[in-house]
């Protein structure tokens, strides 16, 4: 359930001194609070993350304690490594664990603009990360599956999205680009034939807040609570929400072997889906709203943009 106990460094720091006395002395201060999980700074090279706000994240966060040491080796991109597992007591009843750090900007806040180094940097990543998932690999909540399960709430916000971009007085954001394009777009992905081949591994999460950015390159990903197995389109639907332009998403196309058009059709539907949720936070940023997050509007925006000028195959 969510955690009723007010997360501070004196806690984090009578949690290590219980369960784990010798990185005890290490400083400690707040890295980030996310949607389910806040992330305290410990020392240099590590952090401290436990679960906050939803009810589903402490499985999440046993899920990444568990897979992530295994997936990490293979990755090109650092991804922040579980070290210590920390069990719950009763200063704290929710697990939680002490993780490798990872220094860079959430691409939210500065996205990426080298498109060629980007677009190579995504496609080696996901690239190593799509292979055959073991049976016991977790199952997604909603993503890696058919993009059916998502529909209902795509279509809701066809008109609904629309007509908030358009209430926000003086915000940056336009009504949604070409909205009789985007709508054929997502048609055609709801009409393709779906994933067939073996359940990949999958970060099932990729947005902008959940990929760091150094002089204006990816230099890590972080927060694979959605970690899953299933079809690669949701994974690939990063593209048009974390590269800069669609030069960069062309490049990228070379350098991962998309399996076939299908595949390529299904993620543009998972764009849309992904865009559409990072314009809700956004706009619910704007009006204050509880979990709303200014900077995700501008990232779905402009993915929109990108996908309905893109070149369709």
């Not at 990444?64 to 070290?83: F, I, K, N």
Request: glycine share 10%; net charge negative.
């Amino acid at each position: 359930m969510p955690s009723a106990t007010e997360l501070t460094a004196e806690l984090v720091g009578e949690l290590l001194a219980d369960q784990h006395p010798d990185l005890a002395h290490l400083p400690i201060s707040l890295g980030a609070r996310g949607w389910d999980n806040q992330l305290w700074r410990l020392g240099e090279d590590l952090a401290v993350r436990l679960p906050w706000a939803t009810e589903t994240a402490d499985a999440l966060l046993l899920k990444e304690y568990t897979w992530l040491p295994v997936l990490a080796p293979r990755l090109p991109l650092p991804v922040p490594v579980p070290q210590r597992l920390g069990r719950p007591s009763r200063r704290y009843p929710r697990p939680w664990i002490v993780t490798t750090w990872l220094s860079g900007t959430p691409a939210d806040l500065a996205p990426a603009t080298g498109g060629a180094e980007a677009a190579e940097a995504l496609a080696g990543f996901l690239t190593a990360l799509h292979q055959p998932a073991p049976p016991e690999a977790p199952l997604g909540r909603s993503r890696g599956g058919s993009l059916g399960q998502v529909a209902e709430g795509v279509e809701s916000q066809f008109g609904s999205l629309t007509e908030l971009c358009g209430a926000v007085a003086g915000s940056d954001f336009a009504l949604i680009p070409d909205p009789d394009a985007v709508r054929a777009l997502w048609d055609d992905a709801l009409a393709a034939p779906e994933w067939l081949g073996p359940p990949l591994w999958l970060h099932g999460d990729l947005h902008p807040a959940n990929v760091l950015t150094q002089e204006g390159s990816l230099c890590g990903v972080v927060d694979f609570g959605d970690l899953c197995a299933g079809d690669p389109a949701c994974d690939l639907a990063s593209i048009w929400i974390l590269l800069p332009d669609n030069e960069a998403i062309y490049r990228f196309r070379r350098a991962y072997a998309v399996p076939d058009s299908a595949t390529w059709r299904r993620a543009r539907g998972w764009a849309i889906w992904r865009a559409f949720g990072c314009l809700g936070i956004g706009l619910g940023g704007l009006r204050g709203l509880p979990g709303g997050k200014a900077t995700w509007g501008p990232p779905g925006l402009a993915s929109l943009q990108r996908l309905t000028a893109s070149v369709t195959s």
